[in-house]
């Protein structure tokens, strides 16, 4: 029998209806970071929100993405590759958060346009020396180690001079700043205490490289201590796309 025009498809209910959750969350989002920029005395505008979408399928991103959210930030080669690729004519801006192994630089040079994870002079220059001519430098900032915790990513303070050198050393590589991921903690100004840190490093980086600009720390979580402690960028995942199935390293 064929449906009655006054029948409304199923899956496009299905579509108006996600992309209304879609769009409550992205404004909750965005309500959270206006609100701690406000209380710290910063204008929202200075904060860019990366949405993190690991494990999202491209429909995910592709519904932000006509929100208005440019930035998205993926983890793992595989399944940030494919997206990549199918989303490409959107012209989003893609940064690469995960984890880099030295044998797994090509792909990130060749096809994001942020790396937020280098945190080796090795990684620095193969990730330059495989940087497409035909492309804008790959914007770069290096992941810094807060806690003493050997295997972890990221260098620690000892080491960041020479990899920021390392960076700041070719045309091919835009150095841009610093990240971490802090550990865990349940308190606000627990928290608060390690983005303190960062941002310290920061400003005692900045003498040697006063063109880095930006901060990357915060996520879900804790955004709003990132922000009151300085982040110029912030990455959310679970607050943007709700909880993941798969669980992200
Ligand atoms: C997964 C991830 C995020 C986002 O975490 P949420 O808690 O889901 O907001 C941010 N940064 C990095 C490096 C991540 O791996």
């Known amino acids: 029998?064929?449906?009655?025009?006054?029948?409304?498809?199923p899956a496009a209910v299905a579509a108006a209806a996600t992309a209304a959750e879609a769009a409550a969350r992205l404004g909750a989002?965005?309500?959270?970071?206006?609100?701690?920029?406000?209380?710290?005395?910063?204008?929202?505008?200075?904060?860019?929100?990366?949405?993190?979408?690991k494990t999202q399928p491209a429909e995910a991103v592709r519904t932000l993405a006509a929100l208005g959210q440019r930035d998205f930030g993926e983890n793992y080669l595989q399944e940030a590759l494919p997206k990549i690729e199918a989303?490409?004519?959107?012209?989003?801006?893609?940064?690469?958060?995960?984890?880099?192994?030295?044998?797994?630089?090509?792909?990130?040079?060749?096809?994001?346009?942020?790396?937020?994870?280098?945190d080796r002079v090795k990684l620095a220059e193969r990730l330059a020396a495989q940087r497409p001519f035909h492309a804008p430098p790959l914007q770069v900032c290096v992941q810094v180690r807060l806690e003493d915790e050997p295997g972890k990513g990221g260098a620690?303070?000892?080491?960041?001079?020479?990899?920021?050198?390392?960076?700041?050393?070719?045309?091919?590589?835009?150095?841009?700043?610093?990240m971490a991921i802090p550990p865990p903690e349940d308190l606000p100004a627990a928290q608060r205490h390690w983005f303190a840190a960062l941002a310290g490093?920061?400003?005692?980086?900045?003498?040697?490289?006063?063109?880095?600009?930006?901060?990357?720390?915060?996520m879900s979580g804790d955004l709003e201590p990132?922000?009151?402690?300085?982040?110029?960028?912030v990455r959310v995942g679970t607050a943007l796309f709700g909880e993941r199935l798969q669980s992200g390293a």
């Open 226 to 233: 990132a922000i009151a402690e300085g982040s110029t960028l």
């Open 1 to 9: 029998m064929p449906t009655p025009s006054s029948t409304p498809d």
């Open 87 to 118: 989303l490409r004519p959107l012209g989003l801006v893609w940064h690469f958060i995960g984890q880099l192994q030295s044998n797994k630089t090509r792909p990130v040079a060749e096809h994001f346009d942020w790396v937020h994870t280098v």
């Open 201 to 218: 490093l920061f400003t005692e980086a900045r003498t040697a490289h006063p063109d880095m600009d930006t901060l990357s720390m915060g």
């Open 29 to 53: 989002v965005r309500a959270r970071l206006a609100a701690a920029a406000n209380a710290a005395g910063r204008a929202p505008s200075d904060i860019t929100l990366v949405a993190v979408s």
């Open 156 to 178: 620690t303070a000892a080491e960041l001079p020479a990899v920021l050198a390392a960076v700041a050393a070719s045309p091919r590589l835009r150095l841009r700043g610093l």
